[in-house]
């Protein structure tokens, strides 16, 4: 059974970068055609995809985000991380770790000076 598990600091101050760790068991990242995704809900709105890291490292970002966003691998944690630059207020939202069927528990992310 892959478990996601996604940890970082809830409180992120306007200008600065989010940063987010998926750390992943019962199962590796580098499994063969599986893509790890960061997916965000900000309050009262639906899911919005922001980019994934393929089992062989590439990477696909939202274009909305893509400036502002980078997905990055730890392969010896079998970890997955996100960093969000320049945050603002519309960046709050809980953040999911996604993988075809397999979800986090989410992480609220709140930026607020």
């Known amino acids: 059974q892959v478990q996601l598990q996604e940890s970082g600091p809830g409180l992120v101050k306007p200008s600065q970068t989010l940063s987010l760790t998926c750390t992943v068991s019962?199962?590796?990242?580098?499994?063969?055609?599986?893509?790890w995704s960061w997916i965000r809900q900000p309050p009262g709105k639906g899911l919005e995809w922001m980019g994934v890291?393929?089992?062989?490292?590439?990477?696909y970002y939202s274009p909305s985000l893509k400036s502002r966003t980078s997905i990055s691998r730890d392969t010896s944690k079998n970890q997955v991380s996100l960093q969000l630059s320049s945050v603002i207020p519309e960046d709050t939202a809980v953040y999911y770790c996604?993988?075809?069927?397999?979800w986090g528990q989410g992480t609220q992310v709140t930026v607020s000076s």
């Open positions: 890291i393929h089992y062989d490292g590439s990477t």
């Open positions: 019962g199962g590796s990242i580098t499994t063969s055609n599986y893509g």
């Open positions: 996604n993988a075809v069927t397999y």
